[in-house]
């Protein structure tokens, strides 16, 4: 159970707006506080589904390519930030792992990352494409590394080296 710093009142176990207004009305009304609020509710949602639709996973040469649309009405558009939505991050390096998860049907652990480079800003849009281009996979009995290529048709918005570990199957 999560308890609210500010009261010790559980937060646990609420849908995702509830948790959202719940736990930002726990806050006196700061910038930072938000972003925990935006924290706390990462640990409980998951972003393949909700924040981004997935379309299609096609195998390449070197890999496989996602191909996801935005959804701009979910709730971390509406806290990050009010009346300008980006897409975070941290919310674009979960969906990476959530993709890579489907693919292999494996529980995946991030054990590290690399050289992320957030190169544009991803804003929502209606019906709006972006690619997630998996490359230079490589697999062991315990983790596999993979490149992340985030873009769309006009723009990169994200390069990333990353590394999981996993239970052996």
Known sequence: ???CPYGKRPISGRKDMGLFVYLCG?????????YFCLFLIGLT???????????????????FIARLHCNPEHLVYHAHFP??????GACLLQTASEILQKKLGLTLYLKSSKNIK???VLMPAPD????????????????????????DE????????????????
Do not use: H, W
């Open 1 to 3: 159970m999560i308890l």
């Open 26 to 34: 726990c806050f006196p009304v700061k910038r930072k506080n938000l």
């Open 45 to 63: 949602m998951q972003f393949l589904g909700e924040l981004f639709i997935l379309q299609s996973i096609e195998d390449t040469e070197n890999g």
């Open 83 to 88: 009346g300008n939505p980006i897409t975070p």
């Open 118 to 120: 957030y190169l544009n």
């Open 128 to 151: 709006k494409e972006v690619r997630f281009t998996f490359s230079n996979f490589t697999e062991t009995e315990t983790e596999c590394k993979v490149k992340v290529v985030i873009a």
């Open 154 to 169: 006009a723009s990169v918005y994200t390069k990333m080296s990353l590394t999981f570990s996993y239970e052996p199957v």
